[in-house]
């Protein structure tokens, strides 16, 4: 009632369930007129884990796992247990695990979480404390892996890359369980969402699978995507518009729907800062940049509709030369201030992604991971192969050495001239000028 007296708004309000918001973000937003969907994050409401299919204007919830039992929180547990801000830091648990060996799988599968062929799985509350306290694990989870967690900001050490390489080559065989028991839908094409298909290696790993001809992830997957599906399930299900959708292009424009700022705007905000600053048309702009990126120059990129979800997709960015050995470095400890361990994405021209990476088809919202294609690594010694750990972190591994990963690989965003033209452009003269259709984003 008090939302309805502030908002002086009489009309009826709609509360769809939180994963029926993701399954709705996923589908809806997808290029598909009929496919699976799977939803997978920590807990809304009592879901964890839900699947259907779409068809058309409609949605169907086929089956769900309940809270406890949350592949998410499982994550979750490990991002806490290495040192890392739960709901946050998920991303560095997957980015340190090519550098450790899947030394406790064995145990996780053991004695933290039971998983049967279809994918589902029951987890041993007896290791977590996430459902009656504020921490995710307890004495008998430090028992098992031998000592308490990580102390954030710590040293990094060995057990920490192999914990998270453990958790990670766990989530991706259980995503690959689930997404084979879907296949029985009958679905040619699959759609994602929850914070759990943020985990953009799993992503990539299914997609190489083959189990489906095409799959297609929310980029909003987290909660923030769920506020898309409450309206598209409004529209669609409830109020039962028609949906046409041709299989090839979705319905998020890029993502980039956030706001704009004119050039007016912008220019008075510098003149009342007594900033300096000059002025470049469009014609003068993309070549301008690509001679200081060519120069090792770091740059703030900042243009068009601000993007919506996690991923800087080139309309708020920081861009740099990707073919520069000094670049991650650079960008992590001086700009970031984040760990050095962490790798950086490329931004490639969607014409050009199959010539640097391994995978054939546009990943516009940086949520695929794929290898840097064969002929552009560079072979490391077998002195080189032996390294342990953060050893490995500063060799030159590909002609883009800035954002190849230390395992070859890369969080790829592809971009296209139709939905950011004047990124595009910038990436076509860095090409044309200086051979490389590739950039640090």
């Known amino acids: 009632e008090l939302i309805k007296d502030e908002l002086r708004y009489t009309g009826m309000i709609l509360f769809p369930e939180h994963h029926m918001s993701h399954a709705a973000s996923a589908f809806y937003a997808s290029p598909f007129q009929k496919a699976a969907f799977l939803t997978m994050d920590g807990v809304g409401e009592w879901s964890t884990t839900s699947y259907g299919i779409g068809d058309g204007n409609k949605l169907e919830m086929l089956a769900d796992i309940y809270f406890p039992h949350s592949l998410g929180l499982l994550y979750s547990a490990f991002t806490y247990y290495t040192g890392f801000r739960v709901n ?6 997957m980015g340190l ?37 504020l921490t995710m694990t307890n004495q008998k989870f430090n028992n098992l892996f031998r000592g308490p967690p990580r102390k954030p900001e710590s040293e990094l050490t060995q057990k920490e890359m192999d914990l998270a390489c453990s958790i990670q080559e766990v989530t991706e065989e259980i995503v690959l369980k689930m997404a084979k028991y ?3 839908t009958g679905m040619k094409y699959l759609c994602l969402a929850g914070g759990v298909a943020l985990n953009c290696v799993a992503n990539g790993k299914l997609l190489r699978s083959g189990l489906f001809d095409d799959i297609w992830i929310q980029p909003a997957a987290g909660d923030a995507g769920g506020a898309v599906g409450c309206a598209l399930f409004t529209w669609y299900q409830y109020l039962e518009n028609q949906r046409k959708a041709d299989d090839k292009s979705d319905f998020m424009q890029g993502a980039y729907l956030g706001p704009e700022f004119q050039n007016g705007s912008i220019e008075s905000f510098l003149k009342k800062n007594d900033y300096s600053y000059q002025t470049l048309n469009d014609e003068e702009l993309p070549e301008k940049i690509a001679d200081l990126i060519a120069n090792e120059k770091v740059i703030g990129w900042f243009q068009g509709r601000m993007e919506f979800g996690p991923r800087a997709l080139g309309s708020r960015t920081i861009i740099g030369d990707a073919r520069s050995s000094e670049m991650q470095k650079t960008m992590n400890l001086k700009i970031k201030y984040r760990e050095s361990f962490r790798p950086f994405a490329p931004s490639v021209r969607a014409e050009n992604i199959s010539d640097y990476f391994e995978i054939d088809r546009e990943s516009p919202y940086m949520l695929l991971v794929a290898n840097v294609q064969k002929d552009k690594q560079v072979a490391m010694s077998e002195e080189q192969n032996s390294y342990f750990g953060l050893e490995k972190l500063n060799l030159v ?13 890369a969080r790829i965003q592809s971009v296209n001239r139709k939905t950011n033209s004047r990124y595009h452009e910038m990436l076509t003269k860095f090409n044309d000028k200086y051979g490389c259709p590739v950039i640090v984003n």
């Open 397 to 409: 591994r590909s002609e883009v050495p800035a954002i190849t990963h230390v395992d070859y690989s």
């Open 88 to 93: 946050s830091g998920e991303y560095k648990v």
């Open 182 to 184: 879907l296949k029985k």
């Open 97 to 133: 695990a090519p550098y450790g060996e899947p030394k406790y799988k064995e145990l996780i599968y053991e004695h933290l979480i039971d998983v049967k062929e279809d994918g589902s799985y029951k987890m041993n509350m007896d290791y977590f404390d996430y459902s009656v306290g």
